[in-house]
């Protein structure tokens, strides 16, 4: 049985225009490096990229440094798509606890 570990899902531009890929393991993130990347946009992270990935492939390395080393990759390549941030709560918080009677006295 195949050892499969997740991480949180990077987001990197296609080499179709306008589509987006979601790389959720070691494996996929793998695939499109050895397969799909763009020539054009190869460099030195990604040749590190390459070698952190498969020695996470082989159990050498942890998921959360090859997830790291896909990113670096991707943003020199200029792929990369930074996820939203959440926006700041605005307004008024809302009471979820029931209010008390006021007295009068």
């Known amino acids: ?7 949180a899902p ?7 225009p306008g589509k987006m890929i979601s790389i959720n393991s070691p ?3 793998t695939t499109l490096v050895l397969e799909q990347w763009p020539f054009e946009r190869s460099g030195p992270k990604l040749t590190t990229a ?12 942890s998921v959360a440094v090859a997830r790291v080393a896909f990113i670096e990759a991707a943003r020199e390549a200029n792929i990369y798509i930074t996820p939203p941030e959440n926006e700041p709560v605005k307004g008024k918080p809302t009471r979820w606890r029931k209010a008390k009677a006021w007295r009068r006295g």
């Open 1 to 7: 049985m195949e050892d499969y570990s997740a991480f």
């Open 10 to 16: 990077v987001t990197v531009l296609s080499s179709q």
């Open 27 to 29: 494996d996929d993130a």
């Open 50 to 61: 390459k070698k952190i990935l498969l020695a996470c492939l082989a159990g050498e390395c």
